[in-house]
Every structure is written in C-alpha cells, then in structure tokens.
C-alpha cells in the first residue's frame, strides 16, 4: 500500500465510494463524463477550479481533501488536545517512517475496538485477580484429590485439572494475536487487486522465460549464458556479429557467475 495517494485516486475511491458510473456522475454533477474520466486517469490533466468546487460539494468534502492536501476529509480543524496523543506519537506521524495510510486503516477497522480493549485489560492487569482465583481453585481441587485418593501421577483428572489453570499472558497474547490477524488479514484483502500491493514477479518470469529460450538455443553452454546475459539487457544474442560474440563470449569467461552457474560447471 502506498503512503501518499494521487488527486486521481482521491477522485475515483469517491466515485466508487458511492457506487457511480462515470456517466452518472456527470450527470449529477453537471461536468461531462469525458472530463471526469481525465480527472480521474490523466495526471497531467488540470482540474478547473470550477469543477473542483463542485465535486468536493458534491462528495461533501474540503477542497484540500478532495486535492490531497489533508487526510481529514471531516475533521480538517481537529486539534492535538482533542486527539490526546503525546509529542512522541505526532513526530512519529510526521516522519515518514511508517505507513500513515494503512495506520489509519488498521486502527479504524471494525476489530480495532476490540483489540485495544483487551491489549488495555492485560496492560492494566484488569483480569490479573480473576486468574489468579480460577487457577487457585482449580490447584485446591487438584491438591484435594492428591490428598484424598492419592493417584498416579498421570492420571487424567489430574492433568486435566492442571491443563485448565489458565495463564493470563498466555491467554491475551492468544486473543490479541486473532484479533490482530484478522484485521491484516482484511485489509490485504482489500488491497489484493492493488498495483502497489501485488509482487511484482515480471522480472522472474522473463528470466524463466528467457532461460527456456537459451536451452533451445544452438550453441555451447557458454553460448546459452550469453543469450541469457544479453536478453536481461534488451540485447538480441542471434543479431550480434560472431565477432561481437566470440568477444563477449571471452568476456563472459571471465565472470565467476558463468563459473559458478550450471552452465558453466558442466565442463567440470
């Protein structure tokens, strides 16, 4: 996910936001669909001061929103005393360290709550006293059984009894950790059709496919390593001179990648 997000985007996750098709919009708003559809795709299309009334009126939000010049598409006026967070937090948030975008998208999905909620609870040791009375109770009834029947120690009452006592760290650290998940787990969902958020793997497979082509390739080893070479910087191997490539090929020998490759140890 990117930190920044373009005018373009901006303009499009409002349009889809509220499920309309470009010609909808335009009539809505009364500014053509071949317009809006530059607005939204072409960047170095200018958005008429007009028009950019217009849509932030539309959407029900600030011109600066509707520019990216703010997150707060509500709230521009929102003050620090009022979002109680410390010195620490705002350096944080202004020093381009982390992710503000999917920050904002983690701490607003619907589980957020929840999460905090019981991080607060084991934070403040709410529950500390509730576990400590269960696991002693359970310990009581399981010295009392000792006592009284005196049974091997693998029996099961027994280890059932001390499977059951609960340690609080161990129980928080479980539950924060779904609900912690769940919320990664959502967003990526969310963001799977992203450019910005899918691997790039192009690169690999046209080394894949290059190398296919290399095997078919007439020649010795050292002649498929060079085609190879050669198609990672847009060079055509079979429009070389055979003296561009006797020298590039003598070049080559000289790489420990050849050396060290399959193609070259082959010799060995």
């Given at each position: 996910?990117k930190q920044?997000?373009t005018?373009q985007e901006?303009?499009?996750?409002?349009?889809?936001?509220?499920h309309?098709?470009?010609?909808e919009?335009?009539?809505l708003?009364?500014?053509?669909?071949s317009a809006?559809?530059?607005?939204?795709?072409?960047?170095k299309?200018?958005?008429?001061h007009k028009?950019i009334?217009?849509?932030?009126?539309f959407?029900g939000v600030?011109?600066d929103y509707?520019?990216?010049a703010?997150e707060?598409r509500?709230?521009?006026?929102?003050?620090?005393t009022?979002?109680?967070?410390?010195?620490?937090?705002?350096e944080?948030?202004?020093?381009g360290?982390?992710?503000?975008r999917l920050?904002?998208?983690?701490?607003?999905?619907?589980n957020?709550?929840a999460l905090?909620?019981?991080a607060?609870?084991?934070?403040?040791?709410?529950?500390t006293?509730?576990?400590?009375?269960i696991?002693?109770?359970l310990?009581?009834?399981r010295?009392?059984i000792?006592?009284?029947y005196?049974?091997e120690?693998e029996d099961t009452t027994l280890k059932?009894l001390?499977?059951?006592q609960?340690?609080?760290e161990?129980?928080f650290?479980?539950?924060?950790h779904?609900e912690w998940?769940?919320?990664?787990?959502?967003?990526?969902?969310a963001h799977?059709?992203d450019?910005?958020s899918?691997?790039?793997d192009?690169s690999?497979?046209?080394?894949?496919?290059?190398?296919?082509?290399a095997?078919r390739?007439?020649?010795n080893a050292?002649?498929k390593?060079?085609?190879?070479m050669?198609s990672?910087?847009?060079i055509?191997?079979?429009?070389?001179?055979?003296k561009?490539?006797?020298?590039?090929k003598?070049i080559?020998?000289?790489s420990?990648?050849?050396?060290?490759?399959p193609?070259g140890?082959?010799?060995?």
């Open positions: 996910m920044g997000i005018i901006r303009l499009k996750d409002l349009r889809i936001e509220r309309l098709k470009l010609e919009l335009a009539e708003t009364q500014i053509s669909k809006l559809g530059s607005y939204e795709n072409d960047v299309k200018e958005i008429s028009s009334l217009k849509l932030a009126d959407y600030s011109t509707l520019l990216c703010t707060n509500n709230r521009p006026d929102a003050g620090l009022e979002l109680h967070i410390n010195d620490d937090m705002v944080l948030l202004k020093s360290r982390i992710n503000n920050l904002c998208e983690i701490t607003t999905h619907e957020f709550t905090m909620t019981d607060e609870i084991y934070v403040d040791g709410i529950a006293m509730r576990f400590q009375d696991n002693a109770s310990e009581a009834v010295a009392e000792l006592k009284k005196q049974p120690e059932a001390q499977a059951s609960i340690q609080e161990d129980y650290c479980h539950v924060t779904k998940d769940a919320i990664l787990h959502d967003i990526r969902l799977e059709a450019a910005e899918a691997p790039d192009s690999t497979l046209k080394i894949i496919a290059d190398a296919e082509k095997m390739f007439p020649g050292l002649d390593f060079c085609y190879v050669c990672q910087l847009q055509s191997y079979e429009k070389l001179t055979e561009e490539r006797t020298d590039l003598n080559m020998k000289k420990g990648i050849y050396r060290d490759s193609l140890s082959r010799k060995r």
